[in-house]
């Protein structure tokens, strides 16, 4: 893995200045919120300075390009990586002063557009991760103009969500393969992470309470998406008690098997968004733990994948964005406590 990994970071510092594309989920962001992290693990500065030109480099195009709004290509995914950049202190900024007129526009876009999609690439979902991120990161949650607006938009979008509950139910059911970016758990972590902030406190349990039917009805089929749906109703029972979400959750981890899990996935089906790198992730950023991320290691390691990049010599059409990519390979590893080979890379 220390071959792959290395052959992966050596091809980020060729290309990565090379991306058209400025945003957290296919573009530089996402690179460069990698390389703080690299450079963090590693102590070589290569990685810092790479990081830096990037980070330069988005804000720069934010300021004189026309940017989408979207979470993976867009405004509300930038603002969520320079909040993530700040609270892990790799960059010193007041986010307040440098995403004040962003803020703006995505006010006014969501009160000038009726109709989104759920999702969080590009949908109610995303917009609604980058207002968590902005609650969350401010120094203070005393009643100001600017948390007031943030708030209001956040209760607003969790609001539109649980409406479309019903009428767009299709769009809350378990894909056929699995997909990191799955309405129903993602939207649980939403909830969940709003209701620890105490914002709203009351309507939250009230939405929480209203959806548990929905919950309790859900059991995937695929053994993946039964872990990642539980470790989601595991995040809202840290802020909201139900004896009924509780045999919920001890129904589906009895049910989980690691060997059927790995089965679920293709040889080459390795990154973030439908790939194991996904649910390792998933498993290791919420759980703290990779009893079943060592298991899919181990296949992932083994994947001809990694004869295909080696094969391709670094040649243009290699896929570096963090969600789709080989920086979102890369950020599982880093972020798992599977690195102990990292600082030789």
């Known amino acids: 893995m220390k071959t792959n990994l290395g052959l992966i970071n050596s091809l980020i510092l060729?290309?990565?200045?090379?991306?058209?594309?400025?945003g957290l989920l296919n573009?530089?962001?996402?690179?460069?919120?990698?390389?703080?992290?690299?450079?963090?693990?590693?102590g070589n500065s290569t990685y810092k300075e790479k990081a830096g030109s990037l980070l330069e480099d988005i804000w720069q195009k934010t300021e004189r390009n026309i940017v989408p709004m979207d979470f993976e290509n867009g405004l509300a995914g930038i603002g969520w990586g320079i909040e993530y950049l700040v609270k892990e202190d790799f960059v010193p900024a007041d986010t307040d002063d440098v995403l004040n007129e962003l803020d703006d526009k995505i006010y006014q876009?969501?009160?000038?557009?009726k109709e989104f999609s759920l999702g969080l690439s590009n949908g109610l979902l995303g917009f609604g991760f980058y207002l968590l991120s902005r609650l969350k990161g401010k120094r203070s949650l005393a009643l100001d103009t600017r948390n007031y607006l943030l708030e209001r938009l956040l209760m607003g979008l969790i609001n539109r969500i649980y409406d479309a509950v019903e009428e767009r139910e299709e769009d809350f059911k378990e894909p056929i393969l699995f997909q990191s970016n799955w309405i129903l758990p993602l939207w649980l972590i939403l909830l969940s992470e709003?209701?620890?902030?105490?914002?709203?406190?009351?309507?939250?349990?009230?939405?929480?309470?209203?959806?548990s039917p929905i919950i309790r009805s859900i059991f995937p089929i695929l053994h993946s998406h039964r872990l990642y749906l539980l470790i989601a109703v595991k995040e809202v029972q840290k802020v909201w008690s139900s004896?009924?979400?509780?045999?919920?959750?001890d129904?589906?981890?009895?049910?989980?098997?690691p060997?059927?899990?790995?089965?679920?996935?293709?040889?080459?089906?390795?990154?973030?968004?439908?790939?194991?790198s996904g649910i390792m992730l998933i498993e290791s950023a919420y759980t703290g733990q990779c009893h079943f991320t060592k298991c899919l290691l181990k296949r992932m390691e083994r994947s001809t994948f990694w004869n295909s990049l080696q094969n391709e010599g670094g040649t243009p059409n290699v896929d570096l964005s963090l969600m789709h990519g080989l920086t979102g390979i890369s950020m599982n590893y880093l972020?798992?406590?599977l690195k102990s080979d990292i600082k030789a890379i």
């Open 335 to 337: 972020l798992s406590d």
């Open 259 to 276: 060997d059927e899990i790995l089965t679920e996935f293709s040889d080459k089906s390795v990154n973030l968004e439908l790939g194991m």
């Open 14 to 22: 060729q290309k990565g200045n090379s991306l058209e594309n400025i």
């Open 194 to 211: 709003t209701k620890k902030l105490g914002i709203y406190d009351k309507k939250i349990g009230i939405t929480l309470n209203r959806i």
């Open 251 to 257: 129904i589906l981890q009895d049910s989980i098997d």
């Open 27 to 42: 573009g530089k962001m996402g690179v460069c919120i990698y390389l703080f992290h690299l450079h963090r693990e590693t």
């Open 109 to 113: 876009y969501l009160v000038n557009h």
């Open 243 to 249: 004896p009924f979400l509780e045999k919920h959750a």
